[in-house]
């Protein structure tokens, strides 16, 4: 579904992601992990069009994106959530979301076909989908909520979440990565979920892939990623 | 709803008796305040969502300076000449915006270009003073008549209407983009064009938008002036002077509201006129002056403007109403 071949992004002097490959299939919960700083956000900044390329290729659905801009690539099914949360603060949360299902159709839906995805994309992940609630109450969580819920009404075939876990305490972590698993199987939406720690994210995934200073250090099951030794030296420090 | 519609419902009748008591300095002044409350209106349609325009004057001198052009060069009357201009400041308007929407040009950058672009208009009029009689300015061809054909009236009532219906328009198109789901786009990409584009907004295509529509309605008002003043001055329609004054009517009066834009055409009027018969000739050229020192007072004291300013007020005394019932 995606296929993601030799991505490099330089800033100036700083490459930031260094030849990257990898793909993901239809169905699947991919798990992108690294330390912070690795080339995470940057990665998905490259897929969704909010970056440029320095080199590589990003074919989504047999299409080549790289370089696409972004809404371009949202029109084609390819959502992400930004790590720290982006609201629309002069927007309520309803039209936050509707905003996101009539722009993320390309005017493939009307208004009114709109607000009833975001009500539903609002349900989905236990925002309330009325139209006063602004977005001034919103913790942590109901903001990543938010995020999750724009990506979300815009149809999305291919569903890019960057650390939904952040800020988050234990009894929400396992409430959002039960919210990504649940979008997977009910909604059959694939998914690339970035996280800078292990934890829940290992317990949900299917494969996961480890980026170090931009570059895949491993790919593979999350069991053999906790064995592995590239992988135990980023996360616990190098051991002699 | 009700609350929004009876005032203006009564606000239209008003103005629809209204010529019938007034003196033709009255009417001149209404008729003015009409013309230029629909300009202001223009530019708060891209300035209520951040995209400050200081040059909205280049607008303004394209749409008066080509409908006056067309006629006394080639005779074609206002009602092909008025499109044609708008055309042009379309055009414009694309030219300058499209890379400066491509490229990220916002906020005081953006507001730069477009002033400097209002001043390459008013040199280009001064500069082709063969054709548009420079800064001495220019005079369309007169028919000695009233001619609904050449859009030219001996009677000030007969402009007042004109006037009138074109501000009225104004007003519609303003709630037109109000009500869009473009309102929204624009409030979503004037806070973070990233996340605007990341759910699928073409962010240049939006913003171009209302830019196009401003300048459109800019260039239209601009025509009208000049047809109503029958006098078209490079100074009073291009350039940075006239641009700070749409600026600091639309910003005074209340860009957020439907008929800020007019209240800030009541008060440039009434500050234009009120030097004029206080201080005479002594103070001409002093407006601009007083229009950039209140500029900065309603940008630090009141900036949502005189509308805004007594909506919120209004608003906080009904709930105080409300709260000690
Ligand atoms: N726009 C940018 N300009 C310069 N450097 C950047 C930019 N975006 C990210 N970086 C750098 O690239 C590296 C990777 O960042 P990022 O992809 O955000 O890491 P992660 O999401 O894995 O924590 C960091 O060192 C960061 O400082
Ligand atoms: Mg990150």
Request: net charge neutral; proline share 3%; aromatic share 10%.
């Amino acid at each position: 579904m995606l296929s993601v071949r030799g991505l490099t992004k330089s800033f100036g002097g700083f490459v930031a992601v260094s030849d990257v490959s990898f793909e993901v299939s239809e169905g699947e919960l991919l798990g992108l992990i690294g330390p912070n700083g690795s080339g995470k956000s940057t990665t998905f900044n490259l897929i969704a069009g909010t970056l440029k390329p320095t080199a590589g290729s990003i074919r989504f659905e047999g299409e080549e994106i790289g370089g696409l801009a972004a809404h371009q690539v949202c029109h084609m099914g390819l959502a992400r959530t930004f790590q720290i949360p982006r609201p629309f603060r002069k927007l309520g949360i309803r039209e936050n979301v509707t905003l996101a299902a009539y722009y993320g159709r390309h005017g493939r839906v009307g208004r009114d076909e709109a607000e009833a995805l975001a009500v539903e994309a609002l349900e989905t992940v236990g925002l309330p989908s009325d139209a006063a609630t602004t977005t001034e109450g919103l913790g942590a969580a109901g903001l990543k909520k938010l995020e999750l819920a724009r990506a979300l009404s815009t149809q999305p075939r291919l569903l890019l979440a960057d650390e939904s876990l952040g800020g988050l305490d234990v009894a929400e972590m396992d409430q959002a990565a039960e919210m990504l698993e649940r979008i997977r199987t009910e909604k059959g939406i694939t998914i690339v979920w970035v996280e800078h720690i292990m934890g829940v994210l290992m317990r949900v995934v299917d494969r996961v892939i480890v980026l170090d200073h931009g570059e895949k250090i491993f790919e593979g099951l999350p069991a053999d990623a906790a064995r592995d030794r590239r992988v135990a030296e980023v996360y616990l420090g190098t051991q002699h | 709803m009700m609350t929004i519609r009876w005032p203006l419902a009564l606000l239209f009748a008003v103005l629809l008796l209204l010529p019938l008591g007034l003196q033709d300095y009255l009417l001149h002044m209404a008729i003015q305040i009409l013309i230029w409350g629909f300009v202001y209106t223009g530019w708060s349609v891209m300035g209520r969502f951040g995209q400050v325009s200081l040059g909205h004057g280049a607008f303004l001198g394209v749409g008066a300076y080509t409908t006056a052009l067309l006629w006394n060069n080639f005779g074609l009357v206002p009602w092909i000449g008025i499109p044609i201009g708008v055309a042009f400041a379309v055009l414009l308007a694309l030219v300058i915006g499209y890379p400066c929407f491509r490229l990220k040009v916002v906020g005081h950058y953006f507001a730069l270009v477009t002033l400097a672009l209002s001043q390459v208009v008013l040199l280009s009029i001064v500069a082709a003073r063969d054709i548009t009689g420079g800064s001495l300015g220019m005079t369309p061809n007169s028919v000695g008549q009233s001619s609904w054909l050449a859009l030219q009236f001996t009677s000030k009532m007969h402009w007042y209407f004109v006037a009138l219906a074109v501000w009225a328009f104004g007003l519609w198109v303003w709630v037109k983009v109000d009500r869009g789901m473009g309102r929204a786009a624009m409030e979503a990409v004037s806070e973070d064009e990233t996340a605007a584009a990341a759910v699928g907004i073409n962010v240049t295509r939006e913003k171009l938008r209302v830019t196009v529509i401003s300048a459109a309605m800019t260039a239209f008002g601009g025509a009208l002036f000049g047809q109503y003043q029958m006098y078209l001055n490079p100074e009073t329609l291009s350039g940075i002077g006239v641009s700070l004054q749409i600026v600091f009517a639309a910003i005074a009066g209340g860009m957020y509201s439907l008929l800020g834009p007019t209240v800030g055409a009541l008060l440039t009027i009434a500050l234009t006129e009120g030097l004029r018969i206080g201080f005479g000739t002594t103070l001409i050229g002093a407006a601009n002056t007083i229009y950039g020192i209140l500029l900065i007072l309603f940008i630090i004291f009141m900036p949502r403007g005189i509308t805004g300013f007594f909506g919120a007020w209004t608003k906080r005394r009904a709930a105080t109403a409300a709260a000690t019932t």
